[in-house]
């Protein structure tokens, strides 16, 4: 449990995003995959992720509907709209060149300089 | 999308406030129970679980909030807070609510009420099928006064000729009015209406089909028959709106006409012109197939009137042009086409011009100045009005000055603090803005009754939606100026200072911005009221005028035979001879008279005379307007027009005896200035008596304004009624007593005598006179009223500023009594620096004044756009609103107690 990181501000948006991609997800289903998925190495305040979602609806990124949870529960599930997808390719895409430019600062040693 | 997204949710954020709280509540629970199975699968004590669950979720309260704030329902919360806090200051200050109300109400509702005529006559598209692509065609002349065509009417000849050569239109129509066709209805009394005989594609080419019937048809014109559509109007009152009318005769001057069509309610056309004439005589209420004029000379050719040589200019040509073509391309088509008929016919048109005007245009014509006028001058009362709410709110700003400084002490942000003034002026100005709206109704119905004039489609004017939304933004516009003053300086204050003294604010430079604002009314008022004065001034001189005769005890009304053209001259002089001495024996009647015409109001041609006895002819540029007028019986006594010289005509001067005429004042100068008149003769272009005879001048009478009041008289010839033969419709009786009581005895007089004569327009002299003032009256009125409105706010402004100023300087009142300074010096130290600023308003209105008196020169009369004593008085009367307007308050300051005064700190 001491392995576990907080998360890097601003990405949370992202995660969820990745998320709710695979499918539609209650909140804590998208809890549960952010953690499977990171295998339990991100840690997540439970709270924090509903302004989180709310904010991503109120944007048009996700789209939110009552349904039936696995045990038969009235439980409201998000979905990736289509210019959510686009968005999170978008941030997808930014993400990846940050981290690559970083990992190459990060990564260079002395006798490169 | 995105955005349709952020408005569901943003309002289902706050119009589906409870299900937004219930669903995020049920969301969240959700959650923690979950979760707590998950952990009690996993071995947990299910309080335990449940009790962590609520743990790891944090506070459910905080997330619920940051929920909130994402969807962005807190900013209605604000509002409705805002607007909660705004009401409750209102109901706390009802004297000042209900002032600003008042004052912005009026302002708003007078706005509301011209800006709906500004919109039914200007704006408003015409009832019409796509009537942006309708003209008229226009002709000019470019011939002096006296030749020149001025009605921009066309001869048949070359309507044709446009019709065949114009290829920028889609169709032309041609169409005439003809004053006072009578239309006689079997069994019922004759009646006059206005007619128009018209091409038989008209009413195609305006997309206007009949409600009932049928359009004329060529074959109609061909054949010259007689049928006739009536307009929805006059089948309502003439055949009760009944289906039977159609295919039903209708007698006009005694002959029948066949009914074959009805138009919409709504159809009118020609429109009528704003003018004065056109008020008398009324819409067009039926329509004529162009060949059918009764009164026309029948033509053998089927190209009706084509015989006469030049064509005679009668018509009236509305075209439509092709879609999308620009009017200059129709203009430049026509200048050609003029060109071309102008070297083919240079006897009749040499000089004519044609030019392309829009049927909208042509409409609102002469409207278009006036009304423009009033909407500036609504707009210039409204101004003054925000003006003075700015003024008020500032000063009670300073009140609340402290209230303020506390806010931005425990927080509130400065953004707040301006929502929140805002918020408030915005709903003063939008309650003011509702009472506008109540007001415009009643100010509507005001204008249209007042209205001297027919503005053409007036009465189609209505508080509509466009009226509601000009209102509401015009509302929402003050609200946000009058508030935004004070906002930006109260925000702006060092909460510190305000909190320790509650003063600093009141520091001399408040009096700048208030000052400021002050001075613009008394500069604004000025405009006004020194427009004011140079009208009602004009409007005083108009009624002074010497008409020329005495108007008082005088009973007019038009006796017309139900077919003029057709009833022999011996008929009509036997009937008036009997009429008058029927009517002498009347008690009261003093003398009875007729005459063709009273008035001539129409801008009236310059003419001369064919010979006159020892004087040269008169060159085209030196002739002035002149008229014949055909008199009978004792026109000149019922009148109390004075003799000046001669003799006065009596029966000797009959058909068989040598012409006479009696002439005024103006045309003897003309002609025989210095001289005596009597017994000069002269021939008129027209051949006089039975073998073109010399008319002898037997009378000189004084010169009448018939031209209309403001106009200079005019040379006059009258002639008598039995030597010329042409009918004398107008009945002219002076009576003892008030002659309105004489009216129905004079009335069943004369239809005891011919049961077909036609009886109108009853009225005493005096009123057909007051008609002729109405416009100035009406302005006088109007602005009068605008100007004590702009006095009035003006006077309340500036004794709100000084009250609260003086107000708010107590302590340094105290100071300066406790130091020995007197009343008078207070007082004169307040008033100082109250009037800098008036004053400086009225010398920028001087100039303003100035500037607009030049604009309404033409409006003027008998007074100068510089009239001293007009602008002294505005100046003068605004002085002294302003010296007692800041008197009473700075007295007021004087009656402080010192120590009061000091102790108030």
């Not at chain 2, 102008?342 to 014509?365: F, H, N, W």
């Not at chain 2, 509302?475 to 600093?504: I, M, N, V, W």
């Not at chain 2, 001067?653 to 017994?679: C, F, H």
Request: glycine share 8%; charged share 20%; hydrophobic share 45%.
């Amino acid at each position: 449990m001491d392995k576990q990181l907080d998360l890097l501000q601003g990405t949370l948006d992202m995660l969820i995003l990745k998320a709710v991609s695979l499918g539609p997800l209650h909140g804590y289903g998208i809890l549960l995959r952010i953690q499977q998925i990171s295998k339990d190495r991100l840690e997540i305040q439970q709270g924090s992720l509903y302004p989180a979602l709310y904010r991503l609806e109120h944007q048009g990124w996700i789209a939110s509907e009552w349904g039936e949870s696995e045990n038969k529960r009235k439980a409201k599930y998000y979905r990736l709209t289509a210019a959510g997808k686009r968005k999170f390719q978008a941030e997808a895409e930014k993400w990846n060149r940050m981290t690559d430019v970083i990992a190459a600062i990060l990564g260079t040693k002395p006798e490169e300089v | 999308m995105r955005l349709w997204s952020r408005l569901r949710s943003w309002s289902s954020a706050t119009v589906g406030r409870s299900r937004m709280e219930s669903e995020m509540d049920a969301e969240l629970r959700f959650h923690m129970e979950v979760y707590a199975e998950d952990l009690v699968r996993g071995g947990v004590q299910r309080e335990e679980a449940m009790r962590r669950a609520r743990l790891e979720f944090g506070g459910i309260e905080r997330v619920k909030e940051e929920g909130r704030e994402a969807r962005g329902a807190n900013l209605i919360d604000n509002l409705v807070q805002d607007l909660r806090y705004g009401l409750r200051m209102l109901r706390k200050n009802p004297g000042f609510t209900a002032l600003v109300v008042v004052i912005l109400g009026l302002g708003i509702g007078a706005n509301a009420a011209v800006f709906s005529v500004l919109r039914s006559v200007l704006l408003r598209p015409l009832p019409y099928r796509n009537p942006e692509q309708l003209t008229m065609l226009w002709v000019t002349d470019s011939r002096p006064r006296g030749w020149a065509v001025t009605d921009g009417s066309t001869s048949y000849r070359d309507f044709l000729e446009w019709h065949r050569q114009a290829h920028t239109f889609e169709d032309l129509a041609i169409f005439y009015k003809r004053g006072w066709s009578v239309v006689t209805l079997t069994g019922e009394e004759p009646e006059k209406v206005q007619g128009a005989f018209v091409s038989a594609n008209l009413f195609t080419l305006m997309g206007v089909q009949p409600l009932l019937g049928r359009a004329f048809s060529e074959e109609n014109l061909q054949h010259r028959e007689r049928v006739v559509i009536l307009s929805h109007g006059l089948w309502q009152s003439r055949f009760g709106g009944s289906l039977e009318a159609l295919g039903h005769d209708i007698y006009i001057d005694d002959k029948p006409w066949r009914v074959v069509g009805v138009m919409p309610p709504q159809f009118r056309f020609p429109f009528l012109a704003g003018n004065w004439e056109n008020r008398v005589e009324g819409e067009v209420q039926l329509w004529a197939p162009l060949t059918t004029n009764p009164y026309e000379e029948p033509s053998s050719s089927d190209s009706f009137n084509l015989t006469r040589p030049q064509g005679v200019a009668r018509f009236q040509v509305i075209a439509r042009l092709n879609p999308n073509m620009p009017l200059q391309a129709a203009q430049a088509e026509m200048d050609t086409i003029a060109a071309r008929l102008a070297l083919q016919y240079p006897d009749s048109d040499k000089t004519l011009g044609v030019q392309v005007r829009r049927l909208k245009e042509y409409i609102a014509g002469e409207m278009r100045r006036p009304l423009l006028l009033l909407s500036l001058c609504v707009l210039l009362l409204l101004l003054l009005a925000s003006t003075n709410l700015a003024t008020l709110f500032l000063a009670r700003g300073v009140a609340r000055a402290r209230e303020f400084a506390v806010r931005a002490a425990i927080g509130a942000t400065r953004w707040r603090a301006i929502r929140q003034l805002l918020t408030e002026s915005v709903l003063l100005g939008i309650i003011a803005g509702g009472a506008g709206v109540l007001l415009a109704g009643p100010a509507l119905h005001l204008i249209v009754a007042l209205s001297p004039l027919t503005v053409p489609r007036l009465d189609e004017t209505r508080i509509d939606t466009a009226v509601l939304v000009f209102s509401f933004l015009l509302a929402l516009l003050c609200g946000l100026g009058f508030g935004l003053a004070p906002a930006r300086r109260f925000s702006a204050a060092d909460p510190h200072e305000l909190l320790k003294t509650g003063q600093q604010i009141t520091a001399s430079s408040t009096l700048g911005i208030q000052g400021l604002l002050v001075g613009a009314q008394f500069a604004l008022s000025l405009v006004l009221l020194a427009s004011t004065s140079l009208l009602i001034r004009s409007f005083v001189e108009v009624l002074a005028l010497d008409p020329g005769f005495r108007p008082d005890h005088i009973l007019t009304m038009n006796v017309q035979f139900a077919n003029p053209d057709a009833t022999p001259p011996a008929r009509m002089d036997d009937y008036y001879q009997r009429a008058w001495e029927r009517l002498h024996k009347i008690p009261g009647v003093q003398a009875v008279g007729t005459v063709g015409n009273i008035f001539f109001l129409e801008e009236n041609q310059n003419h001369a005379l064919r010979q006159v006895e020892g004087h040269p002819p008169e060159p085209v540029d030196s002739w002035t307007p002149l008229v014949w007028t055909q008199v009978s019986g004792d026109y000149f006594r019922a009148m109390a027009i004075p003799l000046l010289q001669g003799r006065y005509f009596t029966p000797q001067d009959g058909p068989e005896s040598p012409p006479v005429a009696i002439i005024n004042q103006t045309l003897a100068k003309r002609y025989w200035p210095g001289e005596d008149p009597i017994g000069k003769r002269l021939k008129g272009f027209d051949p006089r008596g039975r073998n073109d005879e010399w008319v002898t001048v037997v009378g000189l009478v004084g010169d009448m304004r018939s031209h209309g009041l403001e106009r200079e008289p005019m040379a006059e010839i009258y002639e008598v009624q039995a030597q010329r033969g042409e009918a004398t419709p107008n009945l002219i009786v002076r009576t003892s007593a008030d002659p309105m009581q004489l009216a129905p005895t004079i009335r069943s007089t004369l239809r005891s005598l011919d049961k077909s004569v036609i009886l109108s327009g009853i009225s005493t002299m005096q009123d057909v006179l007051r008609e002729q003032t109405a416009a100035r009256r009406f302005q006088a009125w109007l602005m009068g009223l605008f100007s004590a409105l702009a006095l009035l706010l003006a006077a309340v402004g500036v004794y709100g500023v000084m009250h609260y100023f003086v107000t708010q300087r107590i302590p340094e009142i105290g100071v300066r009594m406790a130091f020995g300074a007197c009343g008078k010096d207070i007082v004169s130290l307040f008033m100082r620096r109250a009037m800098r600023f008036a004053g400086a308003g009225l010398a920028v209105g001087l100039v303003l004044a100035l500037w607009s008196a030049s604009l309404i020169k033409r409006m003027l009369f008998g007074v100068t756009n510089t009239d001293p004593l007009s602008f002294l008085g505005a100046l003068s009367l605004l002085i002294l609103v302003a010296l007692s307007a800041t008197y009473f308050p700075a007295r007021r300051a004087t009656r402080v107690d010192p120590m009061v005064a000091l102790r108030y700190e």
